[in-house]
């Protein structure tokens, strides 16, 4: 695959320290300061206790680590009567979020790798419906998919909402697989085929191992798509089943009485983790998924 | 992007290329499309026509097969909250997309211009866009709170004067939404123009720099046009946002004060959902779907006869 970022900039070349030189640095200062800051807040106004939090000093460090708003966020916060904190919502799109992964990845997987190298008849207006469908608002389906999934006995389950993960990440994902078996030689598929290989082996033993880079970016998308989904989650889910960016949604907006900030802030940092750490650790495959992918909508 | 098909000729489909000496019908691959073209034909195809047909139907509660006409779409355009949604997602739409294609492009200028530590900045300005909106949302709603926020804490240093409660006043409120969303896509804009300008020639620097040209100038009329890709991209990305916004505004507004912050997504979602009127919310779907199509068809053709072209060059 191109690496998006060759390892150095193409811009003018600096000439020494000079003043638009510092205005530059600047700029980034302040840039970052505008994109870091509302975290920074977040993360310290969870350690703080509710006194510290009247006192308005938002920026200001917590006078200790008190980390009593974060068990609450996690174990006990309250949904309305329901206080069972973010960890329930946690573990609900843990199940949902890796099944949906897996399955949609090796979908999109297998429908690129079809079209790119067998392309048997109505392949091309199968690949032309999929990028126009990409763009089909999701409100266009809810109704109809709503009653589809009830009259299969999915409606509010967890495998209704993996179902539905996996037929809207479908676009997304045939996209990226597509466009990357594009860039494999196709002598090497004629090869095989001389060899006698089938439609799955060499799916299986050649195309799946080359593909590694495009398994970890189209993973990394959907896994960080399908957790930070809030519609489809609040729609398809079911109470039961409900992801953990619904139940903060939740925890935060039906508080009666007193607004805890400092658990609610914790939640939220806790909501944000996992495509965060996804995202820190993954840094150039993140923006790879990006790139490849912005053909969709 | 290049469309990757035009680097293999339409005439060596593997099918038909003689390897196996034979003319037959790939059957497995068939076979394992089978699931694309089931979702393609009844959940996307399927849906949108059922989605449609109700939207002509005297469909309320529940769906009804009589025959309407248009009258769903001129109780949804006479419908008050609707007009004001989609007034308010003019404001946001314009707003947030030029306010992300702003300053996604200077971030991307300012990285580009060989600074240290590329990476650091890079990584600081693109991590909102890995979050949720939902928390991205209530991140900026307590910032902007009046009594916990910016403007507490700077009121009790003493600035007294100063003001930023955006949430809480229907004329800032889509502002609000706007600035929110603009945090959270600014980084996406700078990984796709920065892609775009480390396609550009180094040695233009040079040229201008012997012609004494100034910079902002080569900026705006030599490499600006040669980002039209990367921009036509970013543009269509961030207005499709646009068009969908509801999480956001959800965990951010919640629609108020009042309607000032209501959008059509989170409509039809109301109609669809909490006042239970079919008619309403799918004649709301198909104006979304009419509007989304209308900006991203045209916007796709033309890229793609951008990568013909450039590819027909090569």
């Avoid at chain 2, 796709?192 to 720099?209: E, H, S, V």
């Amino acid at each position: 695959m191109q690496d998006p970022f060759p390892s150095h900039a193409r811009g003018p070349r600096p000439q020494g320290l000079t003043l638009p030189r510092i205005g530059l640095y600047g700029l980034l200062v302040v840039a970052a300061l505008f994109f870091l800051l509302p975290a920074y807040v977040m993360i310290v106004t969870s350690f703080k206790s509710m006194d510290e939090i009247r006192a308005a000093q938002i920026f200001a460090l917590p006078h200790m680590l008190d980390w009593s708003a974060w068990s609450k966020a996690w174990s006990s916060a309250c949904a309305g009567v329901n206080c069972t904190g973010v960890s329930v919502g946690f573990f609900n799109s843990v199940k949902i979020t890796i099944p949906a992964t897996i399955l949609s990845v090796l979908l999109g997987a297998v429908t690129g790798y079809a079209l790119s190298f067998w392309r048997p008849p109505g392949s091309k207006l199968l690949f032309a419906a999929i990028t126009i469908g990409g763009f089909i608002p999701l409100q266009i389906f809810l109704f109809p998919v709503v009653r589809g999934t009830a009259a299969l006995g999915l409606y509010n389950s967890l495998a209704g909402i993996v179902l539905v993960h996996v037929i809207f990440g479908l676009p997304l994902t045939t996209l990226l697989f597509r466009n990357y078996y594009a860039s494999i030689p196709v002598e090497l598929f004629k090869a095989a085929r001389v060899d006698g290989a089938g439609f799955w082996r060499i799916f299986v033993s050649l195309m799946l191992p080359l593909s590694l880079p495009m398994l970890i970016v189209a993973g990394l998308m959907q896994m960080t798509g399908i957790w930070n989904d809030f519609l489809l989650g609040l729609v398809f889910a079911g109470r039961d089943n409900l992801p953990m960016t619904v139940q903060l949604n939740n925890i935060v907006t039906t508080t009666t009485g007193q607004r805890e900030y400092n658990v609610h802030m914790a939640a939220t940092v806790l909501t944000a983790i996992v495509p965060l750490v996804a995202y820190f650790v993954s840094g150039r495959w993140f923006v790879r998924g990006i790139t490849a992918g912005s053909v969709k909508g | 992007m290049a469309d990757p098909s035009a680097a293999r000729s339409p005439a060596s489909g593997p099918a038909r290329s003689g390897a196996t000496g034979r003319l037959r019908l790939p059957v497995a691959a068939l076979a394992a499309l089978a699931p694309a073209w089931l979702i393609i034909l009844v959940v996307y195809l399927g849906t949108t026509v059922w989605t449609v047909q109700l939207s002509l139907t005297n469909s309320r509660m529940l769906p009804s097969n009589e025959f309407a006409g248009l009258a769903q779409y001129q109780r949804l355009f006479g419908t008050a909250r609707w007009s004001i949604s989609i007034h308010n997602l003019v404001t946001f739409g314009i707003v947030y997309v030029l306010g992300a294609l702003v300053v996604g492009s200077l971030l991307a200028i300012a990285v580009d211009r060989r600074v240290r530590f590329e990476s650091m900045w890079r990584t600081v300005f693109l991590y909102p866009y890995a979050l949720s909106f939902i928390v991205t949302g209530l991140m900026w709603q307590w910032l902007m709170n009046p009594e916990i926020g910016i403007q507490a804490t700077m009121r009790a240093a003493g600035l007294g004067w100063f003001t930023f409660d955006w949430t809480t006043r229907p004329d800032m409120a889509i502002y609000a939404v706007s600035l929110a969303g603009i945090w959270q896509s600014a980084g996406l804009v700078m990984v796709l123009m920065l892609a775009g300008l480390r396609g550009i020639d180094a040695d233009l620097w040079r040229a201008t720099r012997i012609e004494g040209i100034p910079m902002w100038r080569t900026y705006l009329t030599i490499v600006l046009p040669q980002l039209g890709p990367s921009l036509a991209t970013a543009f269509m990305l961030l207005t499709m946002g646009a068009v969908r916004t509801f999480d956001l505004v959800v965990a951010l507004t919640n629609g108020g004060p009042g309607q000032s912050t209501e959008v059509p997504a989170k409509f039809i979602m109301d109609s669809l959902f909490a006042r239970q009127d079919l008619g309403l919310a799918t004649a709301g779907a198909t104006v979304m779907l009419v509007t989304v199509m209308a900006i991203a068809v045209p916007i796709l053709y033309a890229r793609d006869i951008w990568a013909r072209r450039r590819s027909g060059r090569l």
